[in-house]
């Protein structure tokens, strides 16, 4: 008996030995890996595709390991800042609200192997996350660039045997030719736009909104931004565009008609460029869609710039793992890897005169990438002014907001006029109290 | 002393004597503690006398009590006192009642379009329409509910699980479920052109929009309510009935004069959690609707959490003072019930 008592506590004394043994070495192991947390978002394939580089990175750099959050685009906007306020943000983070949370940003400048690859190929898109003043810090890069744009199915005007409108077409054209369809095909949305601001402004631009007075404070409304919010209004009574988009919420709550698009119920859809991916996934053979250029205004045929960035943020504790992650991911191969699988509009200059090949699109993806491409060389310089602008969520939430409640009918558009620069005087009031 | 069986009786008695012991050395361990405890506490005594013992008593709770609710409440107070846009307190200027001022700037409070902040006023309108309609509401189908419930009927088991069942999901899931069954393509919608009907776009509409969150909401909780009315039914007397069976007192008569007169504290019980939490109303409300059409849904607790959270410049300061405000009204509300109870009683 005793025997086996001493057998037992030797065993234990022996498995005990070994289990700390063990402990210590996963210690040490774990001691000389840094893990790092990016907080990712998606609208199409692009969080897989980061997931496959980030692993590809790792077996580079075992002693770097990347935790990819994937988080709802809600939560970039509206609990990110919180956690970056509170200095409980994550060590890399995808945004798209660059100029608002540019004060968390992390100059990479002293940690990069070459800065200047990254000024000369991400330089004009720099300056969209800086804060107002910085004119040299390097904080990440544009994973996509995108620019709005409609997107029409063209199965719908077959079938309705109406022509669709050329390339220099207004959007009273495009109006008039899309209530035409939808009417003989029985589609519920001739037009729908996003509910967003960006998806506004690029029409109010094409009709002369300045959004900015000479000294560069914001002077949203003009005769421009009141022309394009009249087409606005007047399609919503006149069935143009339907009520459930604009109308059936509050605030400035994002509401998209992807889902409707790719059901075929919308015969243009005015979205954009991060949208080719999806549509060429989901759509498939089930009808013809295209890409068409933005429809003009008498001020010109813009649509909005915008995009989203890979930045490094301050709080982090390592600094220089962060450097070198996003050294590896805007390298030129790697990035163009990335924007090639995710169907994205590079905002790399050097890929940009380049070309990309995107080998897993269709041709229709293809062309549309195209249309989309070709569309940053016909930008205002007022849509790039409000893209770089730090404050632009402010003026697109505050227009959203208030156009949003006169296309439902609870005040008029003059009302609304007038709340949309209460609004932006108010909040930019509010930021300025120190 | 139990009788046990055969077999087990000889070591049952050990057992017990030993369980005996226990009892024994474990009172032993109390008193000790006990005493341990009497002379600081009979000191205590002496020194603030007994009628005041009663707050040392309530001392731990009221720590938890004060940690969790009043602390973040003073915090809520500060944030309200202050502007700009910075997380911490510390950071933040002091403006004083400006955030109030600017809340309660109206030309009328009844026209919200009047005010500065329309948003937040026409939450204010929202939130007691819906308050409104979702009390009585709750309250008649929870009673009417109840009664069927209490009667002896079929399958009485299963409608009260049936019945009891919307409350164990989360609101969220609630809410995302009507939403599926509203949309344009819908459930509700194809029952409809299947019949020959129209398509309704019930979330354009905002009579519509708020038809459905009161009945979204009375369709989720009315369940718990159902169970407090229940419980209250079932606590009656039987022998009151009985009596009234054989004074041949019509049916609707009993229910006026005493079923309920004596449910009456558990409908206070109903009428105060409805309304709060009509009153509280945001997640079902604001993930089947959004606040629209418009603002025609937009209630109190969205406008809260949009102007801290949704906007790029989160103005916290503004968002804490629409809080206390909402706040202050819950308080008042809570403290009419308990002196209409106190009177009752």
């Known amino acids: 008996m005793r025997a086996v008592i001493r057998r037992a506590i030797g065993a234990s004394l022996l498995t005990a030995c070994l289990l700390a043994l063990t402990a210590s070495l996963g210690i040490g192991v774990a001691a000389a890996q840094t893990t790092l947390r990016m907080t990712w978002y998606s609208d199409g394939n692009e969080g897989e595709v980061m997931a496959d580089l980030l692993r590809r990175f790792e077996d580079k750099h075992p002693d770097i390991h990347v935790v990819l959050d994937q988080v709802p685009f809600k939560a970039i906007n509206e609990n990110l800042p919180v956690q970056l306020a509170s200095g409980q943000g994550p060590d890399i983070a995808r945004v798209a609200d660059m100029g608002g949370l540019a004060r968390y940003m992390l100059d990479l400048r002293p940690y990069l192997k070459d800065a200047a690859y990254w000024e000369a190929n991400y330089g004009p898109f720099l300056q969209w996350m800086r804060v107002p003043g910085d004119t040299s810090s390097i904080p990440g890069f544009m994973t996509q660039l995108t620019v709005t744009g409609p997107f029409v199915n063209k199965t719908l005007f077959e079938q309705a045997g109406v022509a669709m409108p050329g390339p220099k077409a207004t959007w009273e054209n495009w109006a008039k030719a899309t209530k035409e369809v939808a009417a003989k095909v029985q589609a519920p949305f001739p037009i729908a736009f ?241 | 002393m139990i009788d046990l069986p055969d077999g087990i009786g000889l070591q049952a008695v050990p057992t017990a004597s030993r369980l005996a012991r226990l009892r024994r050395s474990g009172a032993t361990i109390l008193g000790a503690v006990l005493r341990l405890i009497d002379r600081p506490m009979g000191l205590l005594q002496r020194l603030i006398g007994e009628r005041r013992m009663v707050y040392v008593f309530l001392l731990p709770n009221l720590a938890f009590f004060s940690l969790f609710v009043f602390v973040p409440l003073a915090i809520d107070l500060a944030y309200s006192l202050t502007g700009g846009e910075s997380l911490f307190p510390s950071q933040r200027p002091y403006v004083g009642t400006e955030q109030y001022a600017y809340l309660f700037d109206c030309g009328s409070f009844f026209d919200p379009a009047s005010c500065r902040v329309d948003h937040f006023w026409r939450g204010v309108a929202n939130t007691m329409r819906f308050t409104v309609f979702q009390l009585v509401s709750m309250v008649t189908f929870s009673l009417v509910t109840a009664l069927v419930l209490n009667m002896r009927i079929r399958g009485r088991g299963f409608f009260r699980a049936v019945y009891f069942f919307p409350v164990l999901l989360s609101p969220v899931v609630v809410a995302l479920v009507w939403k599926w069954i509203l949309q344009r393509d819908g459930l509700l919608n194809a029952g409809l052109t299947m019949i020959g009907g129209q398509k309704i776009l019930f979330f354009v509409d905002p009579g519509w929009a708020m038809f459905w969150s009161v009945f979204v909401s009375v369709w989720a909780h009315m369940g718990f309510y159902t169970l407090i009315l229940l419980a209250g039914l079932q606590a009656i007397p039987a022998d009151l009935y009985e009596a009234a069976q054989m004074d041949a007192t019509p049916r609707w008569r009993v229910l006026v004069r005493i079923t309920l007169p004596l449910l009456w504290p558990n409908l206070i019980v109903v009428i105060v959690l409805a309304m709060i939490r009509g009153v509280q109303t945001f997640d079902e409300v604001f993930v089947l609707t959004g606040g629209g059409p418009g603002t025609a849904t937009l209630m109190i607790v969205q406008y809260i959490y949009e102007t801290a959270f949704a906007s790029q410049v989160q103005n916290f300061g503004l968002a804490a003072a629409a809080s206390i405000v909402l706040g202050v009204v819950l308080f008042l509300l809570t403290l009419a019930q308990l002196s209409r109870t106190r009177s009752a009683s």
């Not at chain 1, 009249?230 to 992807?258: C, P, Q």
């Not at chain 1, 030129?332 to 090639?340: G, K, L, P």
Request: glycine residues 10%; aromatic residues 10%; contains cysteine.
């Open chain 1, 194 to 434: 996003d509910r967003s601001g960006h998806r506004f402004f690029g029409m109010a631009i094409s009709e002369g909104a300045a959004v900015f007075d000479d000294k560069g404070n914001p002077a949203v409304i003009d005769d421009g931004f009141k022309r394009a919010a009249k087409l606005i209004f007047d399609w919503h009574n006149s069935g143009v565009m339907s009520k459930e988009l604009w109308g059936s919420v509050a605030g400035a709550t994002y509401r998209g008609a992807n889902e409707e698009f790719k059901n075929a119920q919308v015969v243009m859809y005015e979205s954009g460029s991060w949208q080719i991916s999806q549509f060429d996934k989901t759509i498939g053979a089930a009808f013809d869609w295209v890409a068409v250029p933005t429809p003009c205004g008498p001020a010109n045929c813009s649509g909005m710039p915008g995009g989203a960035a890979l930045v490094g943020i301050k709080s982090t504790k390592h600094p220089e793992e962060v450097a070198r992650v996003l050294d590896y991911l805007a390298s030129e191969d790697v990035v163009a890897e990335f924007y090639a699988r995710s169907l994205f509009v590079p905002g790399h200059l050097g890929l940009a005169r380049k070309g990309l090949d995107y080998k897993d699109a269709s041709p229709v993806a293809n062309a549309a990438l195209k249309v989309f491409s070709d569309g940053v060389n016909q930008l205002a310089p007022a849509a790039n002014q409000l893209q770089g602008y730090p404050a632009s969520r402010v003026i697109l939430n505050a227009v959203i907001s208030r156009l949003g409640q006169a296309v439902s009918g609870e005040i008029t558009l003059d009302d609304s006029y007038k709340r949309i620069a209460g609004d932006i005087e108010q909040q930019l009031a509010e930021r300025n109290k120190k």
